[in-house]
């Protein structure tokens, strides 16, 4: 079945077709800059026909999709003949809260509940449910389902996703941990137990999805039992652009300091902090950051020696959460084709009989490969995450 996979965000739609039998991708694409300008980015992936960029005004996500299913079917760049020719859509929604814990067929109660827990991540999920809509109005026999970035974490004890705050904040709010990134954990600790020819269920493995967004999960037979990232994607790691975990009293002096509310600190937390802040600026790159340190750069070698530093410290936590780690995997941008970075990782493993061959560490990017030697005591693998096939299989699941 073909699957339209969109993820929404304020200003852009990111789009592909993929055609859940052979888990290839028809078409793929970007609309950008929606209700600025706008720009759309189209690929027919089949026919390897290149990209097409053209600017055109795109008022809203309305029009972006639109402009999305005239490319799809278009005589010239097309995959499809008509929509009919799609089965479902697949909506990446970043928080689904306490209320969904796996995916599910988009119908009004859904969409209100969506919309209930917006609260909880208020830039991202009214873009998404904008997505939802904007599709159902040009596709309305066409079934859309909904998939969660934080279902799969749903499965954490209550211990794990507590914060240690007053009872009824949680009740009241529902402050806790809930983590993101769950179609990508989801994805790589199953898909690396049928390579390694075992039942998720046989094993503890910790996910370390590390882009420019990065967390990390401990997966223990096959559920979520803790990750790194909270109530917001901003805890756990330091990330290209977050600060990831520090003293929540420094929101209140840097405010102080800097004569700003709770607002603008997370605007700095966010946006200002992570490898970017630390290399003073120079860049969240991390092939930029390379570069500066071995020009010699004190800024940037400390940027990537802080942020392998808190990978370090919580493969150990996870570790010690399991009692113990049969698998590990590197995932995302950096962890699929970094080879410097995730050598500064795996240094400091030793302590659990992890044992690297360098050779294949150092010629692996973008592809699976098991770093660890035959005597290592974890198994350590690159394992390139597929959030778009994951989001296209679980809709198949629900509508097929
Ligand atoms: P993602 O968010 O998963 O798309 O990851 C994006 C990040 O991956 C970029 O910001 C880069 O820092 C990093 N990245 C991508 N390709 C490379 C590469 N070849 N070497 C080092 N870092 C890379």
Not at 253 to 275: F, M, P, R
């Amino acid at each position: 079945m073909n699957i339209l996979v969109i993820n929404c965000g304020s200003s852009s739609l990111k789009f592909q077709v993929i055609d859940t039998e052979t888990s290839n991708v028809l078409a793929k694409g970007l609309c950008e800059r929606i209700g600025i300008d706008g720009s759309i980015t189209y690929e027919n992936v089949r026919d390897k026909s290149g990209k097409i960029k053209e600017d055109t005004q795109i008022e809203d996500h309305k029009k972006a999709i639109s402009l999305v299913l005239d490319a799809l079917t278009d005589v010239k760049t097309g995959v499809i003949r008509n929509l009919s020719e799609i089965g479902a859509v697949g909506h990446r929604i970043v928080h689904g809260g306490e209320k969904f814990t796996k995916s599910v067929v988009v119908t009004p109660e859904v969409i209100a509940a969506i919309r209930e827990v917006s609260d909880l991540a208020p830039l991202h999920n009214p873009a998404n449910l904008t997505g939802i809509q904007a599709c159902q109005a040009l596709m309305p026999n066409t079934p859309m389902v909904a998939v969660f970035d934080t279902a799969f974490h749903q499965t954490m004890p209550e211990k794990a996703y507590r914060y240690a705050i007053p009872k009824r904040l949680y009740t009241d709010y529902k402050i806790r941990r809930y983590g993101f990134h769950g179609t990508s954990h989801a994805f790589v600790s199953s898909e690396i137990a049928k390579v390694l020819g075992k039942d998720a269920k046989e094993l503890k493995t910790i996910v370390c999805h590390l882009g420019n967004g990065a967390s990390v999960s401990a997966v223990e037979y096959g559920k979520c039992i803790d990750t790194s990232m909270g109530l917001t994607p901003l805890e756990g790691l330091i990330m290209g652009t977050r600060s990831g975990d520090l003293d929540p009293a420094v929101v209140e002096y840097i405010a102080g300091k800097e004569n700003t509310d709770a607002a603008g600190v997370l605007s700095i937390l966010n946006k200002e902090s992570g490898v970017l802040g630390l290399s003073d600026g120079l860049s969240s790159d991390f092939r930029d950051l390379w570069k500066a340190r071995e020009d010699g750069n004190q800024d940037a070698a400390l940027a990537l020696d802080a942020w392998a530093y808190r990978v370090v410290k919580y493969i150990g936590a996870y570790a010690a959460a399991m009692n113990g780690v049969d698998v590990i995997c590197f995932t995302a941008g950096v962890g699929e084709n970094d080879t410097k970075s995730r050598k500064l990782i795996y240094k400091n493993l030793g302590y659990l009989g992890v044992e690297i061959d360098d050779a294949v560490n150092d010629s692996t990017r973008g592809e699976i490969a098991e770093l660890s030697t035959p005597s290592s005591k974890v198994r350590v693998f690159v394992f390139p995450t597929n959030e778009e096939l994951a989001i296209a299989r679980e809709t198949y699941d629900l509508v097929k």
